[in-house]
């Protein structure tokens, strides 16, 4: 069994991608994003 902690979303384009909220939302991972993405990760993530 594979356990996962954290999603890569290393993307510069996206604006507040729905693959990454949904995965913080259903999957309870740790975002690992870059600033671009529009998403504020300020104590959920990196």
Do not use: H, R
């Not at 604006?15 to 104590?43: F, R």
């Amino acid at each position: 069994m594979t356990k996962y902690f954290a999603v890569l979303f290393p993307s510069a384009s996206e604006g507040s991608p729905p693959s990454v909220l949904n995965v913080m939302a259903n999957g309870g991972l740790i975002p690992i994003i870059a600033k671009q993405c529009g998403i504020d990760s300020y104590k959920y993530g990196f």
